[in-house]
């Protein structure tokens, strides 16, 4: 056993269940939720032996070694115990087991009043809150430098880039098929360049999208590369002419469309599959055959192209070229569910407002008992109660619980507002985002959601 840091060095072959360990290089390197977890099954060990790492880093004062399921031999080697007779080092696993309980003896035989452990209850809740926000934003970046990272491959080396957004894809789907439920999280800020936030958000809701609709492991796959390089063709436009504006003439409306040919024609160089690549190639066109270039029509989409197209289209809505232009979450979504099926599938369209909820993660909003928030997380099997954060003047944002609305009957949401039509005090409190950027988490109740 080495020590790394404040943490200990195990070799793979030495782990136990109960062990929490660290794993390095990111959430797409490995197939579990988070980087940083108590091993719980020998199904663990097998895949994180699977990985290929000759170690990891673990911390003793956070594993649970004596109350793992299944038996567990005391007397047995573990990494970091001496084996031998020599002296035992000053900081071992046994001692900070030791000392973390003579501390949990001491704090238990204390008195604690009502209001002190009120408090430590609240500070609990608000670090998971604070974690579970860091834990989104860290892979959320993760993902935008690893889109801009295989962007970047697609002119010099188009199959490298094909494979790097297949095991992109292939960490996204692996993810969320793996958690269960799952809530669509709205980030505190949009990391990464505005290409690769745009793709990065309109994958993420398409492959929960497709999860809603119970796509197979495979069509989800070919979903997310399609979504993650729909607008691939846009390399080979003029940087100028590569988001549509009203002012264009009808020869740069033209060569704006022809990025869809420029990508299909760069989904055919890097050899992506058929589904991937008809999502390239249909993401412009219309449920009524007024989109491009083909005018397909929705009954000539595939499935995939069809939820791509509704997805690009929100995103766009919400986060246009002029920041100006944008709508609400709110707004896009109604926007949408105006337009009818004249421009997307009536079943894709149900589905995104049913997974979404009528307020989306960024929408401001005035609570029927008056207070004014912003919805930061809707869950999509329950999206009529979403987490928000409440305007509180005598708390700062920095310290705000989220509020459960699922966990409180007697509270929900009366209307949506314009983020202009905030009290002043209001809108500086809740800093409503200029630019959307949507990840995923579990949908597992946390101790934020119980308190307060």
Known sequence: MNEVGTHHYAAVADLRVG????????????????????????????????????????????SDLE?????????????????????????????????????????????????????????????????????????????TGACKALTELVSARPQAAREQSEALSRAFVDKMLGQGETCIRLLGEAAGDKASTHAVNVTVISLLLGKAF????????????????????????????????????????LVYQEHVAHGLAQARRMGLSEGARKIVEQHHEHADGSGFPLRLGSDRMSVAARIVALVNRYDNLCNPNIPSRALTPHEALSLLFAQGTSKFDATIQGGFVKMMGVYPP????????????????????????????????????????????????????????????????????????????????PAREREAERVG
């Open 362 to 441: 960024g929408s401001a909003v005035q609570l029927t008992d008056e207070r004014y928030a912003i919805v930061v997380a809707v869950n999509s099997n329950r999206p009529l109660k979403p987490r928000v954060l409440v305007h509180d003047l005598g708390v700062g944002t920095d310290e705000a619980l989220l509020l459960n609305l699922e966990a409180e009957p007697q509270i929900s949401i009366r209307r949506s507002l314009k983020p202009t039509a905030l009290p002043r005090d209001a809108l500086a409190y809740l800093s409503p985002r200029p630019r959307m950027a949507y990840f995923f988490e």
């Open 19 to 62: 062990m929490f360990i660290h794993l390095e290089g990111g959430w797409l390197a490995h197939p579990f939720p988070l980087s940083n977890f108590r091993i719980a099954s020998p199904q663990q060990i097998a895949t994180i032996r699977s990985l290929g790492l000759a170690g990891v880093r673990w911390s003793p004062s956070k």
């Open 67 to 143: 109350h793992a399921t299944g038996s567990f031999d005391a007397t047995e080697s573990l990494p970091g115990r001496p084996t031998d007779c020599s002296p035992a080092p000053t900081a071992t696993p046994a001692a900070d087991s030791a000392a973390a309980a003579a501390m949990v003896s001491t704090l238990r035989a204390a008195p604690e009043s009502k209001e002190v452990a009120a408090e430590r209850k609240r500070r609990l809740a608000l670090a998971a809150q604070r974690e579970a926000l860091q834990h989104c934003q860290r892979q959320f970046a993760e993902a």
């Open 214 to 253: 119970g796509l197979p492991e495979a069509d989800m796959l070919d979903l997310g590369v399609g979504a993650m390089l729909h607008d691939i063709g846009k390399l080979d436009v003029p940087e100028r002419l590569r988001h549509r504006e009203d002012h264009f003439s009808a020869s740069e409306a």
